[in-house]
Antibody, heavy 120, light 108 residues
């Protein structure tokens, strides 16, 4: 069965970086993409961006361009999202989701979420 | 970017009643590229509808989606207690992808 398993919770200081991993199983990684969505405490969903599992093409929300890096390791079927220059308002649960391969679409399977807390 | 506005913000209905949730886009969503998700507390979102009206795998037929252009609707025809959740729409027709702010459905 399709599964996305994310890395564990992180606590970071303001100005630091965080890298979240999303390991896939149960499907051919290169025939889909991965999108990243975050949710601040008590708030709604925020689309961050998408990366193709096939050719590395990416698309990002304007809010995150220049501060986020999305990569994939096709040998292990793992996607990574690194967010730099963390601020307190980056405190959120970060989700990965299986998405379309050639462009972003919808997430049909989701990881369990990774809580990132930014605090001094 | 395409702003999605969901209404109402919340609604409280009894089991067996019909729920109608609205999602309005600030510009036309090309090719009806709109999805709906259900999220329960402490859980990841669950895909319900994609392509405005196609049900995802395993989704009961009491969930249905409709609409095009800038106006979309999620209908839950016969509410059950387990439908208590927050529902989000997401458009993927225009870059960047965006979500609505959510509608909270409470079952009395």
């Amino acid at each position: 069965q399709v599964q996305l398993v994310q890395s564990g919770a992180e606590v970071k200081q303001p100005g630091a970086s965080v890298k979240v991993a999303c390991k896939s199983s149960g499907y051919t990684f290169t025939t889909y993409g991965i999108s990243w969505v975050r949710q601040a405490p008590g708030q709604g969903l925020e689309w961050m961006g998408w990366i193709s599992g096939n050719n590395g093409h990416r698309d990002f929300a304007q809010n995150f361009r220049g501060r986020v890096t999305m990569t994939t390791d096709t040998s292990t079927g793992t996607a990574y999202m690194e967010l730099r220059s963390l601020r307190s308002d980056d405190t959120a649960v970060y989700y990965c989701a299986r998405d379309c391969s050639s462009t972003f679409c919808y997430g049909d399977y989701w990881g369990q979420g990774t809580l990132v807390t930014v605090s001094s | 970017e395409t702003v999605l506005t969901q209404s109402p913000g919340s609604l409280s209905l009894s089991p067996g009643e019909r729920a109608t949730l609205s999602c309005r886009a600030s510009q036309s969503v090309s090719s009806r590229y709109l999805a709906w998700y259900q999220q329960k507390p402490g859980q990841a979102p669950r895909l319900l509808i994609y392509g405005a009206s196609s049900r995802a795998t395993g989704i009961p037929d009491r969930f249905s989606g409709s609409g095009s252009g800038t106006d979309f609707t999620l209908t839950i025809s016969r509410l059950e207690p387990e439908d208590s959740a927050v529902y989000y729409c997401q458009q993927y027709g225009n870059s960047p992808g965006t979500f609505g702010q959510g509608t909270k459905v409470e079952i009395k």
